[in-house]
């Protein structure tokens, strides 16, 4: 069965960090571009970084441009998404996403991707 699933959320201060992992079972993230999007209450879903095959595309949402990091973990089938300055506004499930053999050499945020994770939850509050 091939599925996502995420970790390493959970409640921060404001100005703390997280680092969310997103392993795949049952496929390798070697073939795919990953994507992580987030989604607070009452709001619609949102793009917040993906990264291609190779590493070398990364794109991040302008809310989180300069605050958080994606990158492709050793081994490889585990994504990060590393989050520091975390703000309130922060606060949603974070979810990532899939696409396998992906026939554009970009990636992109929006959510037009095959797989998707549970999701897990991301607080930031004092």
């Known amino acids: 069965q091939m599925q996502l699933v995420e970790s390493g959320g959970g409640l921060v201060q404001p100005g703390g960090s997280l680092r969310l992992s997103c392993t795949a079972s049952?496929?390798?993230?070697?073939?795919?571009?990953i994507a992580w999007f987030r989604q607070a209450p009452g709001k619609e879903r949102e793009g917040v970084s993906c990264?291609?095959?190779?590493?070398?595309?990364?794109r991040y949402a302008d809310s989180v441009k300069g605050r958080f990091t994606i990158s492709r973990g050793n081994p490889k089938n585990t994504v990060y998404l590393q989050m520091n300055s975390l703000r309130p506004e922060d606060t949603a499930i974070y979810s990532c996403?899939?696409?396998?053999?992906?026939?554009?050499?970009?990636?992109?945020?929006?959510?037009?991707?095959?797989?998707w994770g549970q999701g897990t939850q991301v607080t930031v509050s004092s």
């Open positions: 990264i291609v095959i190779s590493g070398r595309n990364i």
């Open positions: 049952g496929f390798t993230l070697d073939f795919a571009h």
């Open positions: 996403a899939a696409i396998r053999n992906p026939t554009s050499p970009i990636c992109t945020i929006l959510p037009r991707y095959d797989y």
